[in-house]
């Protein structure tokens, strides 16, 4: 009741880099940057996958599934960020706490499934090529990627209801950039050990398990690309598949250590940082990690600023 009478109608303080003010501008200015580069370079990706038909693969559709996840990713939460930056004000509604709070977990555990799916994808491609558009069907790709979205929904209902549980006992200063379960849990003032073993159990599954699928996944890729006769081949299959290793590793690897560890003992600057870094950070390298080691999207997009300029 008491966090109903004080959080709901005042919302909640977005501390942010409150301790030091002095950054802020300059923060404001990096995150402002990385947010268009994020919007260009995802909005490219998916724009890419539409227009050309040598892009109408399994492989580019889970990409702009990825590219799609991602613009509503960073815009769930960069937006209220460089409000609270600019100016005085850190506050944040209720309403917009809570929406942050199920839009953010939404969309990060479905990126937790779909880049599963991704990995599926090219172990298929390697090691079945012969069977490859069997397998991955149109009607297979869109029941996956239906999975990956309708699963982090799951999680998030789930996870983001059992938080909102919590009493808050008046408490508004939330030490975080955003409203995430990690900084809801530390703003509580009763005991947090249940959310807590939920929140770890519930992160080991959508993180540590989906690492270890996608590990495991690539030991057999490894072992078929090796075995591919031809050098270009071989260079290609290893680029496509490095570019996703490395936006597995920026993931995953951010996700465990934000998630993972025990909300209320973790470093404060250190989850603000970390949080920082998924949430702004991995949506922006994400295109540039796929369009500057692969020659088919690169080559798409020589293609269509060609076309760009025969119309002009």
């Known amino acids: 009741m008491e966090r109903g009478s004080n959080s709901s109608s005042e919302g909640f303080i977005l501390m942010g880099l409150s301790d030091h003010p002095q950054l802020e501008k300059i923060f404001f200015l990096v995150i402002l940057f990385s947010y268009l580069l994020t919007l260009v370079g995802n909005s490219t990706i998916i724009l890419l996958s539409r227009l050309d038909a040598r892009l109408h693969t399994p492989m580019y559709f889970f990409l702009s599934n990825l590219s799609s996840l991602d613009l509503a990713f960073t815009t769930s939460?960069?937006?209220?960020?460089?409000?609270?930056?600019?100016?005085?004000?850190?506050?944040?509604?209720?309403?917009?706490?809570?929406?942050?709070?199920?839009?953010?977990?939404?969309?990060?555990?479905?990126?937790?499934?779909?880049?599963?799916?991704?990995?599926?994808?090219?172990?298929?491609?390697?090691?079945?090529?012969?069977?490859?558009?069997?397998?991955?069907?149109?009607?297979?790709?869109?029941?996956?990627?239906?999975?990956?979205?309708?699963?982090?929904?799951?999680?998030?209902?789930?996870?983001?209801?059992?938080?909102?549980?919590?009493?808050?006992?008046?408490?508004?200063?939330?030490?975080?950039?955003?409203?995430?379960?990690?900084?809801?849990?530390?703003?509580?003032?009763?005991?947090?050990?249940?959310?807590?073993?939920?929140?770890?159990?519930?992160?080991?599954?959508?993180?540590?398990?989906?690492?270890?699928?996608?590990?495991?996944?690539?030991?057999?890729?490894?072992?078929?690309?090796?075995?591919?006769?031809?050098?270009?081949?071989?260079?290609?299959?290893?680029?496509?598949?490095?570019?996703?290793l490395v936006v597995v590793f920026l993931f995953y690897g951010s996700a465990i250590y934000g998630y993972l560890l025990p909300a209320k003992s973790s470093n404060q600057d250190q989850g603000k940082f970390i949080s920082l870094f998924y949430s702004v950070v991995t949506p922006m390298v994400n295109p540039l990690i796929y369009t500057l080691r692969n020659k088919e999207v690169k080559a798409s997009l020589r293609r269509l600023l060609g076309k760009g300029r025969e119309v002009g």
């Open 77 to 244: 939460s960069v937006p209220q960020m460089l409000i609270n930056l600019w100016g005085p004000d850190k506050t944040i509604s209720y309403g917009g706490c809570v929406t942050q709070l199920y839009v953010f977990l939404w969309l990060g555990a479905t990126e937790c499934i779909l880049l599963v799916v991704m990995a599926f994808d090219r172990y298929v491609a390697v090691c079945w090529p012969l069977y490859y558009t069997t397998i991955m069907n149109p009607r297979l790709c869109w029941l996956l990627a239906a999975v990956s979205w309708l699963g982090g929904l799951g999680n998030s209902v789930i996870q983001s209801t059992f938080t909102l549980q919590l009493p808050f006992c008046g408490h508004r200063r939330v030490d975080n950039f955003l409203c995430e379960v990690p900084a809801m849990i530390k703003l509580a003032c009763g005991d947090t050990s249940l959310n807590e073993a939920v929140l770890n159990g519930v992160c080991t599954f959508f993180t540590a398990v989906p690492l270890s699928i996608i590990l495991i996944s690539y030991c057999f890729i490894a072992q078929a690309v090796l075995k591919i006769p031809s050098v270009e081949g071989r260079q290609k299959a290893f680029n496509t598949c490095l570019s996703h």
